[in-house]
């Protein structure tokens, strides 16, 4: 049996700006998937996820095989991610309009 | 052989073979062990501390100070300086972690229930670190009590507490043995004590009822400091090694007695304390859906704002039924 995690790291935050997720740590799992829900919506407004890696849980960088992903905030989004390495963390920034939608995110690893 | 006579000989025998076995060795369990859990393989059922939600899964009506415990993280304690560090007994540990809140707590829970009443203990392998900082000026080098001199480090002061406690029930009356370690206060002063509450924790149920509403960051084990008691005026002395990614582990067992809803002993490394006059105060209130509830947890609150860390490298829960 291949081991497997599922966390949440958000159960209805604001997304006001710009959101990151705590640094987890992921050294052990091979591959990985973020879910995004938007428990409270805003249909005008566009917001931009990046999937971010570290070498030490402090400093963050763009994973170099993940573009840039746009979504309006509302509904689900999912992200597979893969050569991750340590430390894996996603960031949210609202890109366009005024509205302030909630997030719920899960982060799902297995070995 | 009378009967005494065979108990010690069984006795002996469990002893001889745990240990030959390096696993178990470093522990010293009661007859029966529940869970033996050393996170090479997994969380083990240890998992973050959630509310008590409505019949439509709706978050905003939990309690707000117990919305965000966090999930636990299997860490290969990867560090800025030396990189990976690893475990006590192989890679991994369970890592609890707080967000950079002063109040906030992260919080893991083992559920089980009891098939018996009688002594019941808990042994861990643990250590406490706070996050590294990277940057800064001259401000880095000092926090509450401490400036750095190549000895101390300003991150250990920036530790607040970790905390290993039950939640249990039979006869519809609930309790929890709770023993805190207590490493520093609101300002960065030195406390380094253990501690427990004298009153039971406020629940969701009566939050319901409207007789508390606690904050995001309330300190949800005991929200009033004045229900806290010192367990001995002595500083506990520890090991955090002077800076905050150099881990030694640390041993603690916890016993206490469900026949008698009571503690009994607290073992630090090598400080034994006597808990048999601490209170365990019950809930007045009959709890229904809990009949023999058996969960440990452990958590950890920060003071400060610096994630504060509890890693857990095995765990180990028995109990002499």
């Given at each position: 049996?291949?081991?497997?995690?599922?966390?949440?790291?958000?159960?209805?935050?604001?997304?006001?700006?710009?959101?990151?997720?705590?640094?987890?740590?992921v050294?052990?799992?091979?591959?990985?998937?973020?879910?995004?829900?938007?428990?409270?919506p805003?249909?005008?407004?566009?917001?931009?996820?990046?999937?971010?890696?570290?070498?030490?849980?402090?400093?963050?960088?763009?994973?170099?095989?993940?573009?840039p992903?746009?979504?309006?905030a509302?509904?689900?989004?999912?992200?597979?991610?893969?050569?991750?390495?340590?430390?894996?963390?996603?960031?949210?920034?609202?890109?366009?309009?005024?509205?302030?939608?909630?997030?719920?995110i899960?982060?799902?690893?297995?070995? | 052989?009378?009967?005494?006579?065979?108990?010690d000989?069984?006795?002996?025998?469990?002893?001889?073979?745990?240990?030959?076995?390096?696993?178990?060795?470093?522990?010293?369990?009661?007859?029966?062990?529940?869970?033996?859990?050393?996170?090479?393989?997994?969380?083990?059922?240890?998992?973050?501390?959630?509310?008590?939600?409505?019949?439509?899964?709706?978050?905003?009506?939990?309690?707000?100070?117990?919305?965000?415990?966090?999930?636990?993280?299997?860490?290969?304690?990867?560090?800025?300086?030396?990189?990976?560090h690893?475990?006590?007994?192989?890679?991994?540990?369970?890592?609890?972690?707080?967000?950079?809140?002063?109040?906030h707590?992260?919080?893991?829970?083992?559920?089980?229930t009891?098939?018996?009443?009688?002594?019941?203990?808990?042994?861990?392998?643990?250590?406490?670190?706070?996050?590294?900082?990277?940057?800064?000026?001259?401000?880095?080098?000092?926090?509450?009590?401490?400036?750095?001199?190549?000895?101390?480090?300003?991150?250990?002061?920036?530790?607040?507490?970790?905390?290993?406690?039950?939640?249990?029930?039979?006869?519809?009356?609930?309790y929890?043995?709770?023993?805190?370690?207590?490493?520093?206060?609101?300002?960065?002063?030195?406390?380094?004590?253990?501690?427990?509450?004298?009153?039971?924790?406020?629940?969701p149920?009566?939050?319901?009822?409207?007789?508390?509403?606690?904050?995001?960051?309330?300190?949800?084990?005991?929200?009033?400091?004045?229900?806290?008691?010192?367990?001995?005026?002595r500083?506990?002395?520890?090991?955090y090694?002077?800076?905050?990614?150099?881990?030694?582990?640390?041993?603690?067992?916890?016993?206490?007695?469900?026949?008698?809803?009571?503690?009994?002993?607290?073992?630090?490394?090598?400080?034994?304390?006597?808990?048999?006059?601490?209170?365990?105060?019950?809930?007045?209130?009959?709890?229904?859906?809990?009949?023999?509830?058996?969960?440990?947890?452990?958590?950890?609150r920060?003071?400060?704002?610096?994630r504060?860390?509890?890693?857990?490298?095995?765990?180990?829960?028995?109990?002499?039924?």
């Open positions: 049996m291949r081991q497997s995690q599922s966390a949440v790291m958000e159960r209805g935050v604001e997304l006001v700006d710009v959101h990151e997720t705590e640094p987890f740590e050294a052990w799992a091979g591959e990985a998937r973020w879910y995004v829900q938007f428990l409270q805003a249909d005008d407004t566009q917001v931009e996820f990046r999937v971010q890696i570290s070498a030490d849980g402090i400093n963050w960088l763009d994973h170099e095989g993940i573009a992903i746009s979504s309006t509302a509904g689900w989004r999912s992200i597979p991610v893969e050569r991750f390495g340590h430390w894996l963390r996603l960031r949210t920034t609202r890109t366009s309009g005024v509205g302030a939608p909630t997030l719920r899960y982060l799902e690893l297995k070995e | 052989m009378t009967t005494t006579e065979v108990a000989v069984a006795a002996a025998l469990r002893h001889a073979i745990r240990s030959s076995d390096p696993r178990l060795s470093k522990f010293n369990p009661l007859a029966r062990i529940l869970t033996f859990d050393d996170f090479n393989d997994g969380a083990h059922g240890w998992v973050e501390l959630g509310g008590n939600y409505n019949g439509r899964g709706d978050l905003d009506s939990m309690d707000e100070h117990f919305r965000d415990f966090r999930p636990p993280q299997l860490s290969n304690q990867n560090f800025f300086d030396v990189g990976t690893g475990g006590m007994g192989g890679t991994y540990s369970l890592k609890l972690a707080t967000r950079q809140a002063p109040g707590t992260a919080t893991a829970i083992r559920r089980l009891m098939a018996g009443r009688g002594l019941l203990q808990i042994e861990a392998h643990l250590a406490w670190k706070v996050e590294a900082n990277l940057g800064g000026g001259e401000e880095a080098n000092t926090y509450g009590d401490i400036t750095w001199d190549a000895n101390s480090h300003p991150s250990e002061a920036q530790f607040g507490a970790f905390t290993v406690a039950t939640d249990l029930c039979h006869e519809g009356v609930r929890h043995n709770v023993m805190r370690f207590q490493n520093s206060d609101e300002q960065g002063r030195i406390v380094q004590k253990w501690m427990y509450p004298v009153v039971a924790e406020p629940t149920h009566e939050r319901f009822e409207g007789k508390h509403d606690h904050g995001r960051y309330a300190d949800f084990t005991a929200p009033d400091p004045d229900d806290w008691r010192y367990l001995d005026d500083r506990q002395e520890a090991c090694n002077e800076v905050p990614t150099k881990v030694n582990w640390h041993y603690l067992r916890f016993t206490i007695d469900t026949s008698t809803r009571s503690n009994v002993e607290l073992q630090f490394n090598n400080d034994v304390y006597d808990l048999r006059d601490v209170p365990v105060p019950p809930y007045a209130e009959k709890y229904e859906s809990l009949e023999s509830l058996l969960n440990f947890y452990f958590s950890v920060t003071l400060a704002p610096h504060n860390f509890l890693f857990l490298d095995s765990v180990v829960i028995s109990a002499d039924w």
